[in-house]
């Protein structure tokens, strides 16, 4: 299994930005995907995630109403919309094949240490 983020990049407060994650290797039927972001010297935090089976989401406090996690079954390909970008958005967004998606999205949750290459997201002015 093999994921390859991408999408990152400056950009300014309240613009929008969409990542994409193309996963090779199994489906997104048969995967639970998420996306996770670290600041430097920080935790990987969970911010969203999708299963596979049934296409449930889960988003993190600090992005819900803001963040929107889709998926193209054609290409593979799970994408993160990232709307209303904020200063504290700013971080290294990387996906993941995790074993569950629910509440929490813990980095323990990855699955055999499925991780793909981290995108930069810089939001400043």
């Known amino acids: 299994v093999q994921l390859q983020a991408s999408g990152g990049g400056l950009v300014q407060p309240g613009t929008s930005l969409r990542l994409s994650c193309v996963v090779s290797?199994?489906?997104?039927?048969?995967?639970?995907i998420g996306w996770f972001r670290q600041v430097a010297g920080k935790k990987r935090e969970g911010v969203s995630c999708?299963?596979?089976?049934?296409?449930?989401?889960y988003y993190a406090d600090s992005v819900k109403g803001r963040f929107t996690i889709s998926r193209d079954k054609a290409k593979n390909t799970v994408y993160l919309y990232v709307n209303s970008l904020k200063p504290e958005d700013t971080a290294v967004y990387y996906c993941?094949?995790?074993?569950?998606?629910?509440?929490?999205?813990?980095?323990?949750?990855?699955?055999?240490?499925?991780w793909g290459q981290g995108t930069q997201v810089t939001v400043s002015s």
């Open positions: 993941a094949k995790v074993i569950m998606c629910g509440p929490g999205l813990y980095e323990d949750w990855v699955d055999d240490d499925y």
């Open positions: 290797g199994v489906t997104l039927d048969e995967a639970d």
């Open positions: 999708i299963g596979g089976t049934f296409g449930n989401t």
